[in-house]
């Protein structure tokens, strides 16, 4: 039988290889659902979060600001809990430890209390994130990175589309505490499961040091991508947080429908994650960017303005076309820093962006309601992502990965 073309072999090669680091990334994919949960079961529990303890929009926005300032301390220091630990100790200590604080967010009866077991929340959660990437991008091949960060941003997008049916099935029977509390021993338990069967992540972290901050620092593309980064956060989980408010008070719909709403506009979102990884390995990540953050910003404007009777297709199309942000966005990443400094990239970068997106935007929607209206917040922040889209335009790369998209 005549041998296969180089070609064909190499492709077949790269196929097997890919398909290799399926389980493991598919247990970090688990891991990664649980943090993000962690993180958003409050937007679809903050109609009644807000009535029972009588908060305003602008304090029921706040309280993601306090989560993310959380996450914010966390993923800055990140690294050097991962030089001491690993990043597979890491990984699991961050899941363990922001179940726990789920279970003391549930144990608290007072808005100081919220506000303490969010800001804990915030902490624990933020140490996985750079230690995931840093394993993922160690074990698949450069040329299947898009990939295999499409199928860990799974995780996020399932989350986007089962915390509020979790959140609603729940409510229908016991209180919001019993809801987080239900959570967080999920979490504990995933904690253990992914230390009983996954090994990847085994080996140290750097933590900060000024050669490695001095190469990301170095390149103007990097700090252009903190910004980018959170334009991205803030057309996804940013409006994500405040949506369901919005949704009740600007347009009436009930809770319980608008919940729903929510959770099935996102299952289009786990498809086009995906779309977008294949996509960013052909075109790269710049176009990519390009194109969702451009378009993402004229939707969440229009989401902003239009009437009840448009919703339900803007709250589909809209989240769809902001995930697909992320896939390029961490591959960007990814080619700006060395192998063993891809963590400290993470760790510098994300924690800036969730400051913007997921604590600045939902804070400012909030306030802009109180102030004026909701619409006035969406239009806002649509500006500034479709500003976003024209800056990608700015990015450079230096040496591709071999075998990377170009």
Not at 16 to 36: A, K, Y
Not at 281 to 290: A, H, L, S
Not at 333 to 357: K, Q
């Amino acid at each position: 039988m005549s041998a296969l073309p180089a070609a064909d072999t190499a492709a077949a090669s790269g196929s097997e290889s890919f398909r290799g680091s399926l389980g493991p990334l598919c247990l970090l994919t688990l891991l990664f659902f649980m943090n993000f949960m962690a993180r958003i079961v409050q937007a679809p529990l903050m109609p009644a979060i807000e009535e029972d303890l009588h908060l305003s929009h602008a304090q029921a926005g706040s309280l993601f600001f306090i989560l993310s300032v959380g996450y914010f301390i966390a993923l800055m220091g990140s690294g050097f809990v991962s030089a001491r630990i690993t990043h597979r100790g890491t990984m699991a200590l961050s899941i363990a430890s922001a179940g726990m604080a789920l279970l003391a967010t549930a144990a608290s009866d007072t808005l100081w209390g919220v506000r303490a077991g969010l800001f804990l929340t915030g902490l624990c959660t933020g140490l996985y994130l750079p230690s995931a990437i840093a394993a993922i991008t160690e074990f698949v091949s450069p040329r299947h990175w898009g990939k295999a960060i499409a199928v860990h941003e799974a995780a996020p997008n399932l989350a986007f589309v089962l915390a509020p049916i979790f959140s609603e099935a729940l409510l229908a029977r016991v209180a919001w505490p019993a809801v987080l509390a239900v959570l967080g021993a999920g979490a504990v338990l995933s904690a253990a499961f992914f230390l009983r069967y996954c090994r990847v992540g085994a080996f140290a972290g750097e933590a900060p040091n000024l050669r490695s901050i001095g190469i990301l620092g170095r390149q103007p593309s990097y700090w252009l991508m903190i910004l980018l980064f959170g334009f991205g956060i803030s057309g996804s989980l940013g409006l994500y947080t405040m949506l369901p408010l919005f949704l009740v008070s600007t347009h009436g719909l009930a809770r319980d429908y608008a919940n729903t709403l929510l959770a099935v506009s996102r299952i289009p979102g786990v498809l086009a994650a995906f779309g977008s990884g294949w996509f960013t390995d052909r075109i790269g990540p710049k176009r990519t960017m390009i194109v969702v953050l451009a378009l993402n910003g004229l939707l969440t404007m229009i989401l902003g303005v239009a009437p009840t009777a448009w919703l339900p297709y803007l709250v589909f199309i809209q989240p769809a076309l902001a995930v697909c942000f992320f896939p390029a966005g961490f591959a960007a990443i990814g080619r700006m820093a060395p192998a063993g400094a891809r963590n400290i990239a993470v760790s510098m970068t994300t924690p800036f962006a969730f400051m913007i997106g997921a604590g600045a935007v939902p804070a400012l929607i909030g306030w802009s309601s109180d102030l004026h209206s909701f619409s006035a917040g969406f239009l806002v922040v649509g500006g500034l992502i479709l500003a976003g889209g024209l800056m990608s335009r700015l990015l450079t790369f230096g040496r591709r990965p071999a075998g990377g998209a170009p």
